[in-house]
């Protein structure tokens, strides 16, 4: 009797885990798609429900829908040049990192790591402020470290996905690496324009990777494997104006 009060609570639970939704006249699993007037299914792509306008889905990450009656999609603004930014993980399906900083340490784009700056002592209080905080600059599809370093530190894709920068006082990157490709959108997110719509993924640390922490890589770029990989947005909040610290290391 016990053992079929259990079956029977388990196989109601699987059933209730798997219940299908109605829209209109089709069914759907409410954590694969959304549902807009009872009757338009959108995917959920990265744990973002895709919004509706004028008949099409898309992101709020990069796109807007104009206000009635002639709604029409449109890109969001791109971030003026010079102007500084942090960007943060969304997507609630991943409740470690949602919310969390994306960092840099080591030459690499990490997830909820920690910053790795360095300020000599001649540019005092300068960056102390945000020294814990990384930040970035973006023009024209090109993504740079927000320093203060003579020359910068440019960010790239790397062959193999990962997203990392260069050295300051040198523009030394790994063969087959591209910097163009970063959309940087006010009041959204920044996408990732080389990977098809493919985005971005969390991805853990893993021995093969040799990575120590969740790396941020592109999706759909180079010869990266992203399994065991989560796809996620990356959301833009701009900061105030001014350079973070003099190099990110």
């Not at 016990?2 to 059933?15: E, Y």
């Not at 960007?87 to 790591?113: D, E, I, K, Y």
């Not at 959301?235 to 003099?246: D, H, P, R």
Request: aromatic residues 8%; contains cysteine; glycine residues 14%.
């Amino acid at each position: 009797m016990v053992r079929s009060s259990l079956l029977v609570a388990l196989a109601t639970a699987t059933t209730a885990s798997l219940a299908l939704e109605t829209c209109g006249q089709a069914q759907y699993d409410p954590t694969q798609f959304t549902c807009h007037a009872s009757t338009v299914l959108c995917p959920i792509l990265a744990g973002e429900p895709l919004a509706l306008c004028s008949g099409a889905c898309f992101s709020r990450f990069q796109y807007t829908c104009t206000a009635p009656p002639a709604s029409a999609l449109a890109l969001l603004p791109p971030i003026p040049q010079g102007t500084p930014f942090s960007l943060f993980v969304s997507n609630p399906a991943l409740p470690a990192l949602h919310g969390q900083p994306v960092t840099a340490s080591g030459l690499r784009l990490h997830l909820a790591g920690r910053t790795g700056s360095y300020c000599p002592d001649v540019v005092g209080a300068a960056c102390t402020t945000l020294a814990n905080v990384t930040a970035f600059v973006s023009y024209n599809g090109l993504l740079s470290m927000n320093t203060m370093v003579p020359g910068g530190q440019q960010a790239y894709f790397g062959p193999q996905g990962e997203v990392g920068y260069t050295q300051a006082h040198s523009a030394s990157m790994p063969a087959g690496s591209r910097q163009t490709g970063f959309g940087v959108y006010v009041g959204g997110g920044m996408v990732n324009v080389n990977g098809g719509g493919l985005g971005w993924a969390a991805c853990p640390p893993t021995e093969s990777s040799g990575r120590i922490g969740w790396g941020l890589v592109a999706r759909g770029v180079g010869g990266g494997n992203a399994t065991g990989c989560t796809p996620v947005n990356l959301e833009v909040k701009v900061l105030e104006k001014g350079a973070s610290v003099w190099q990110y290391t």
